[in-house]
């Protein structure tokens, strides 16, 4: 882009804050002062009104409006709350994505793999062309192949949380929507194994033989302890759920199960992201029917779900985008084209139409600060890629505060315009 | 519109087809997804067709022209394993019953053809409520007085058909306490019921010119009543039947139909009359109401008799039929059912060992696809 173009592109832009900072400079500066618990409320007071508006007016998912606002609100934009104020609601925000994940888990039916092997070899596929195709334009690009190689990683996955608030928001049934639910948990459980196993690949020169088996030893112990504790908790509510077969007490049990999974895997590093996912999927099978899972907890879920968007708004970064979009666009080029090659190669013979294809394509998009920080033992919001080149490390940084912001229209408008799995009213969808 | 001219077919010749609930397999509700069952199934091997239906949860399969049991029987089997599947590979059940257990039938979608958008619009939310799944089956006739002789001769069993069909207890989440509650929706159509009492095809035609000039109907398609004349196919239709648990039990109905029918034209037990159907509606509300433990009045003796006794009767009558026509085990099927109850009975049993709906849907599309 031309600097001249940019130079106006950023007057325009400054213009804009400053009017709106003018506007609402008394209030904003007593929210700037007030205390983070009570701004981060007013925020999401302002997030309902918005995303209601947006979506009776505009028919906008809800979820955008969660997102908008939070962005409005953060040091990017006006500034009414900074990254460390999301801080003391951590506990619920955490819970509120470990909630999701579990719910993801009782989704998934793991025979749909063996049943359609096309399936199988879409998922591993997509993430694979999706991660191959981000780290090729990004070394094209002039990137150091080891950080190209992590930003390929994290961006091979699909948010699983944007995908499933916005599958409780819609309600869709059809196989896009299910496509979508399990091509997600797998891309992130493979880009979650793939960034444990970064350091052996980035440094493979550096690193000694017996460094090397550490680390695959270490990832492996990721993996496989989270699988087992995954299944242990999936059991657990099992067995608990026998022991009180009462309508009432199972969502008190789900509940204490999944903040169980999500503290014992922060606690032993683990990924808590596998743990609840297995653990959903666990109780799913054992259970069958007497696992009636609340939608995302009821209302309480409802509040979770406007508080975690709110959240991923305020934690949006656009730090050098001056300097870094080409490769940010990149990134994103290259995901659409990836994943969108390897869903077509295989979009036939696993049973999809071209037009289905097509909204699956788009539907696997969004991203969130999950799917960078997936690689973090806990639910943090701190990367873990040491030594990970720090530009390239931005550019995916801006590129999932693109894709996050826009994330619920990715995947809500092809399933709702597209393929019309997903009915755009206001009616209640009892299941 | 004229009447069309009645098409000869062979007599006795046999087809089936059902009517199949699509579900989801996380919640086993109705799932719209007859679009993508039709495509897998676009290749399929086999004689049998494959067709939407009016919702897109909805699928309608029909086997080729039959003449006796164990090819009937093979050709179901083979076609529900194709689909089965077919189903698993897209992730979704497929399950026979007349009704699903809890669909919200306000969720349905109707699936995009002309025909469909017509009744639709001409039948607002009924087009919906019409959600339901049957079993219709074709008996060859070599004429149309004759077919319209059989169609009326066949009135008096209906309710066997009713009753030894009958798997649709549950309506929107509620037990009906009906055996057959599916035959309720069907009633809501202004044009079910029964045939007019008309015994020749040129007479049938006069009535069908009456009913076109008054705008009311454009085809045969138009009238749902429980028998009717399929001219283009020669074929009588029997539509009263709910779509069974298991392809074996629609392949032993359409063959004990098909007995006695052949009883039915070759031994003239009696001859059908108007005021046959002085009880008719009694009897079918009997069978729905209360299956094979229901009470129907004979038309000619006027005597009351059990369900269940009426049929080991009628059945003791056509087995030599049945044995000309290699549909022996279809009656015995049919006996041991009488013994084992009927599918109602099986999903009321199965509820109450397991109680969740969706478990109950899930136990019966086991049920269907042999799982």
Not at chain 2, 60 to 84: H, K
Not at chain 2, 112 to 127: C, M, Q, V, W
Not at chain 2, 345 to 370: D, G, I, N
């Amino acid at each position: 882009m031309r600097p001249a173009v940019v130079g106006a592109l950023q007057a325009v832009y400054q213009q804009i804050v400053d009017w709106l900072v003018t506007l609402v400079r008394a209030p904003l500066a007593g929210l700037r002062g007030a205390d983070p618990v009570l701004g981060l409320a007013v925020v999401v007071l302002a997030a309902l009104v918005l995303a209601s508006l947006l979506h009776r007016r505009a028919r906008l998912p809800r979820l955008l409006g969660y997102l908008l606002v939070g962005a409005v609100a953060s040091p990017v934009v006006l500034g009414l709350l900074q990254r460390t104020d999301i801080d003391p609601w951590k506990p619920l925000i955490d819970l509120a994505v470990a909630a999701l994940v579990f719910e993801l888990g009782t989704r998934l039916r793991p025979r749909w793999l063996f049943d359609n092997p096309w399936l199988a070899a879409s998922s591993a596929l997509e993430a694979l062309a999706a991660g191959v195709a981000v780290w090729l334009v990004l070394v094209l690009l002039g990137a150091p192949k080891a950080s190209a190689a992590a930003a390929a990683a994290c961006a091979a996955a699909t948010s699983p949380v944007i995908t499933m608030a916005a599958f409780l928001e819609a309600r869709p049934r059809g196989q896009v929507a299910e496509r979508l639910l399990m091509l997600s948990a797998i891309n992130s459980v493979l880009a979650i194994l793939a960034v444990k196993l970064w350091p052996v690949l980035a440094h493979s020169q550096s690193v000694s033989g017996s460094e090397s088996l550490t680390l695959l030893a270490s990832a492996s112990v990721v993996i496989f302890g989270s699988l087992l504790l995954g299944l242990a908790c999936g059991v657990l509510l099992d067995r608990l759920g026998r022991l009180h077969d009462e309508a009432a007490t199972m969502p008190v049990l789900q509940l204490a199960v999944v903040i169980l999974a999500a503290l014992l895997a922060t606690a032993w590093g683990l990924s808590p992201f596998v743990a609840l996912l297995v653990a959903g999927m666990t109780a799913r099978s054992r259970m069958r029917h007497r696992l009636t899972v609340q939608p995302y907890l009821g209302s309480a879920g409802a509040a979770l779900t406007v508080l975690l968007f709110v959240s991923f708004g305020v934690l949006s970064t656009v730090e050098n985008w001056r300097t870094l979009w080409p490769w940010a666009l990149a990134i994103v080029v290259a995901r659409l084209i990836g994943k969108g090659a390897a869903i077509f190669a295989t979009a036939r013979p696993s049973g999809l139409s071209w037009r289905q294809a097509t909204a699956l394509t788009l539907a696997l998009q969004p991203m969130s600060s999950l799917s960078v920080l997936l690689v973090a033992d806990s639910f943090g919001w701190r990367a873990q890629l040491p030594g990970a080149d720090a530009g390239v490390i931005q550019a995916l940084l801006i590129t999932t505060t693109w894709m996050q912001l826009s994330g619920p229209l990715w995947t809500l408008w092809p399933l709702k315009h597209v393929v019309g799995e997903a009915v755009d009213d206001d009616r209640p969808h009892e299941r | 519109m004229a009447l069309e001219a009645f098409t000869p077919s062979q007599p006795l010749t046999l087809g089936v087809e059902l009517e199949l609930q699509l579900l989801d397999t996380h919640d086993f509700d109705l799932t719209p997804r007859a679009e993508d069952l039709l495509r897998e199934l676009a290749g399929h091997s086999g004689d049998w067709d494959v067709k939407p239906e009016i919702t897109r949860s909805m699928i309608e399969i029909g086997t080729s022209i039959q003449r006796a049991f164990t090819p009937l029987r093979d050709e179901l089997r083979d076609l529900r394993a194709q689909m089965s599947r077919a189903a698993r590979k897209l992730n979704i059940a497929i399950s026979g019953g007349g009704t699903h257990a809890y669909q919200h039938w306000s969720e349905q979608r109707i699936f995009p053809t002309e025909r469909f958008r017509y009744i639709s619009e001409l039948y607002g939310y009924l087009a919906k409520q019409f959600t339901v799944f049957g079993q219709h089956v074709h008996v060859g006739v070599p004429n149309g007085d004759e077919a319209l002789w059989l169609l009326h001769a066949l009135s008096r069993y209906v309710p066997h058909f009713i009753a030894l069909a009958a798997s649709s207890p549950y309506v929107q989440g509620v037990d009906t306490g009906f055996h057959s509650a599916r035959l309720n929706s069907v009633f809501a159509f202004p044009l079910s019921g029964r045939a007019p009492f008309v015994l020749t095809w040129e007479g049938f035609g006069q009535f069908f010119d009456k009913m076109t000039s008054t705008g009311v109907v454009q085809s045969m398609k138009d009238f749902y009543w429980d028998i009717r004349p399929k001219p283009e196919y020669g074929t009588i239709e029997l539509r009263v039947c709910d779509t069974p648990l298991q392809v074996d039990k629609a392949a032993a109905l359409a063959c004990y139909l098909q007995s006695l029918c052949r009883f039915l034209r070759e031994e003239r037990p009696f001859e059908p009359a108007e005021d046959d159907y002085l009880v008719y509606t009694f009897n079918r509300f009997q069978a729905c109401r209360f299956g094979l433990d229901g009470e129907i009045v004979d038309p000619k003796s006027k005597q009351r008799a059990k369900l269940r006794d009426d049929i080991i009767r009628t059945l003791a009558r056509v087995e030599p039929h049945a044995l000309d026509l290699q549909g022996l085990d279809a009656c015995n099927m049919i006996r041991e059912s009488l013994t084992d109850g009927n599918d109602a009975t099986w999903l009321r049993r199965q509820h109450a060992e397991h109680p969740p709906m969706a478990a109950l849907v899930e136990a019966a599309a086991a049920r269907w696809m042999a799982a």
